[in-house]
Structures are given as structure tokens and as C-alpha cells.
T-cell receptor, first 112, second 112 residues
Framework: GQQLNQSPQSMFIQEGEDVSMNCTSS?????WLWYKQDPGEGPVLLIA?????ELTSNGRLTAQFGITRKDSFLNISASIPSDVGIYFC????????????FGTGTRLTIIP | NAGVTQTPKFQVLKTGQSMTLQCAQD?????MYWYRQDPGMGLRLIYY???????DKGEVPNGYNVSRLNKREFSLRLESAAPSQTSVYFC???????????FGPGTRLTVL
């Protein structure tokens, strides 16, 4: 089936630092989504991207739909304690199975 | 709107017992999904229902059955629970397969 490679698997950063994570796929996608999962909760949608090159912000979060259509990036600026959690990318391939495929997640920990 | 609701929130079973996890959505979505989340494994799709009256296997369907009771409700049944089914189970819904999914808060299941 479809594979999404999300990296890094985990990050340990200090409060105030910027964060970058990415997802790459083996095929071309027409939708990229970024979710955040707080401890003990279900994933919540942060940003949705539908066009190659699209750059979308949600507060301190910015995500980009890669121009190759095989990757996406999420940046968090000036991290704060409530940014802790697991970030998942998800995407829908142009061809083949139309279901969303989820990455394995990036676990963000903030060191006080 | 409650979005996606799941019951119960926590459950402990003994090996061989059966139980049904309930999920309901009030967003008038056509498609619903069941995932399990294990440490380091991300979200794995168990079953999904593209529309009322249809169900299909996902990535890890063995040991589970589902019922799309009506447009709002999608239940997941474990007929004979095994310790390997200890996990956190998430229900999600979307307008159509491949669209943005919205998740419930999860059910934490332990099988002893």
C-alpha cells in the first residue's frame, strides 16, 4: 500500500525554538493534511493543502505543499509548551487507492 | 455540535471476552473509519465505511467486525479479544472517502 515517510520521529527542543518536520511519499498526492494529537486525545486538523506550492499558515504554524507533489513540510515558530504532542501528516494520492494515508507521526517534546 | 463521539473511553477485557466500541458523528458525513494506534506505529486503518450500507477492510482487519448501523453510527466489534488487541482505538468521519477526516477522542482498550 501507499507509504508516507514522516521525519523526524521525535524531537526534543527548548521553548522558543522553531520546529521543522516533513513528509514524503512514493507517489504524487493531490491533498496534504497536518494533524496534531494532544496526549490522551484524538488527532485534530491543523492545516489542509490542496495545490502544489501552496503555503498556508495557522497562527505560528506554516505548512507547504511541495512542488514535486510528493512532499509536505510543517514549521512551528517560537514553540511554546502547549505545542507538545504528536504531529501527523496525511495525504491522498492522485492515483490508486483514494483513501487518506497517514504518516507515523513526529513526537514533539519541549524542554523547559 | 459534538463532532465525533466514542464510547466507552476506557475498557479492560479478559482474553476471549467480546465487546463493541460505539462511534457516532453529527456532521452528516458519508464516510466513517476505525483506526488503532499503537506506540511507534501511527494510525492503522482497521475498517471503513464509504457510505451507509457499505463496509470495507483496511490494513489490519483480522479479529474485528464492523457495522454501519445508519449514517451516524459505525460500531467496531471484537468477538474474542486477544492481548494483541490492546491499543487505542479511534473513530473518524469525512464527507467522502479521501476528504479531511475528523477524529473522536479515542477508546483505550486493555486486554489481559
Amino acid at each position: 500500500g501507499q507509504q508516507l515517510n514522516q521525519s523526524p520521529q521525535s524531537m526534543f527542543i527548548q521553548e522558543g525554538e522553531d520546529v521543522s518536520m516533513n513528509c514524503t511519499s512514493s507517489s504524487i498526492f493531490n491533498t496534504w493534511l497536518w494533524y496534531k494529537q494532544d496526549p490522551g486525545e484524538g488527532p485534530v486538523l491543523l492545516i489542509a493543502l490542496y495545490k502544489a506550492g501552496e503555503l498556508t499558515s495557522n497562527g505560528r504554524l506554516t505548512a507547504q505543499f511541495g512542488i514535486t507533489r510528493k512532499d509536505s513540510f510543517l514549521n512551528i515558530s517560537a514553540s511554546i509548551p502547549s505545542d507538545v504532542g504528536i504531529y501527523f501528516c496525511a495525504g491522498r494520492a492522485v492515483r490508486g487507492n483514494e483513501k487518506l494515508t497517514f504518516g507515523t507521526g513526529t513526537r514533539l517534546t519541549i524542554i523547559p | 455540535n459534538a463532532g465525533v463521539t466514542q464510547t466507552p473511553k476506557f475498557q479492560v477485557l479478559k482474553t476471549g471476552q467480546s465487546m463493541t466500541l460505539q462511534c457516532a458523528q453529527d456532521m452528516n458525513h458519508n464516510s466513517m473509519y476505525w483506526y488503532r494506534q499503537d506506540p511507534g506505529m501511527g494510525l492503522r486503518l482497521i475498517y471503513y465505511s464509504a457510505s451507509e450500507g457499505t463496509t470495507d477492510k483496511g490494513e489490519v482487519p483480522n479479529g474485528y467486525n464492523v457495522s454501519r448501523l445508519n449514517k451516524r453510527e459505525f460500531s467496531l466489534r471484537l468477538e474474542s479479544a486477544a492481548p494483541s488487541q490492546t491499543s487505542v482505538y479511534f473513530c473518524a468521519s469525512s464527507d467522502r472517502v479521501g476528504d479531511t477526516q475528523y477524529f473522536g477522542p479515542g477508546t483505550r482498550l486493555t486486554v489481559l
